[in-house]
């Protein structure tokens, strides 16, 4: 089955230890986006990629950088973790659907990072 | 400021009833409206969209109502499954805007009682 897959489910990581979260995708879709949802909030894009075009959103801290080697990979990384950046992190994508962009996403299970 | 509010947190509906979810938003650039579905320890999958040239769209037990003048819109299920326990997410975008930009609300948690 075509999917959106997530590693690891789960990560901790110590206050101001880097670490990186991986996501790939069999759908060969055009873009993939990070989403940061925290507790009870409604997830929150910090950037995207449209093929090899990195599109940062204006809010997203700079603490936040992301990587996409190739069409199936994508790492959401973290430079210097702060508590607030514990959270659930997921990864999306989208293709096209004819000539258009397909709003609809395909989503990941998510990346729950805690911060000890 | 949150453009796209689902002022419910929760919502506790019977087995066969209907659940009616509902959602705001405040952008009127906003062109194409979708509702994600949410399992615990899941990413959110797709339920069902509408574009603003409709005003209602259904599929199956499920149907969104788009109300362009109250910047409202609804999700009935019908009729209600315990397998429906879910949070629902509305989203919004504008069509063949910024790479297909989603901004979410907050979701709603469903619980169907049997």
């Known amino acids: 089955d075509a999917m959106v897959i997530q590693n690891p489910r789960y990560q901790v990581t110590q206050f101001g230890k880097p670490v990186t979260l991986s996501c790939s995708q069999t759908l060969n879709h055009n873009v993939m986006y990070w989403y940061q949802q925290k507790s009870s909030q409604a997830p929150k894009l910090l950037f995207h990629?449209?093929?090899?075009?990195?599109?940062n959103e204006a809010d997203t801290p700079d603490n936040f950088q992301s990587r996409r080697p190739n069409t199936s990979f994508c790492f959401l990384d973290i430079r210097s973790p702060g508590l607030g950046d514990a959270a659930m992190y997921l990864c999306?994508?989208?293709?096209?659907?004819?000539?258009?962009?397909?709003?609809?996403?395909?989503f990941g299970p998510g990346t729950r990072l805690t911060v000890l | 400021d949150q453009q796209v509010k689902q002022n419910s947190p929760s919502l506790s509906v019977q087995e066969g009833r209907i659940s009616i979810l509902n959602c705001d938003y405040t952008n009127s650039m906003f062109d194409y409206f979708l509702w994600y579905k949410k399992y615990p320890a899941e990413g959110p999958t797709f339920l069902i969209s509408?574009?603003?040239?409709?005003d209602k769209n259904e599929d199956g037990r499920f149907t969104v109502f788009l109300n362009k003048s109250a910047k409202h819109l609804s999700l009935h299920i019908v009729p209600s499954q315990p397998g429906d326990s879910a949070v629902y997410f509305c989203?919004?975008?504008?069509?063949?805007?910024?790479?297909?930009?989603?901004?979410f609300g907050k979701g709603t948690k469903l619980s169907v009682k049997p």
């Open positions: 509408i574009s603003s040239i409709k």
């Open positions: 999306a994508t989208s293709g096209h659907l004819r000539d258009r962009l397909d709003h609809e996403q395909f």
């Open positions: 989203a919004a975008s504008v069509y063949g805007g910024s790479q297909g930009n989603l901004i």
């Open positions: 990629y449209y093929d090899k075009d990195f599109n």
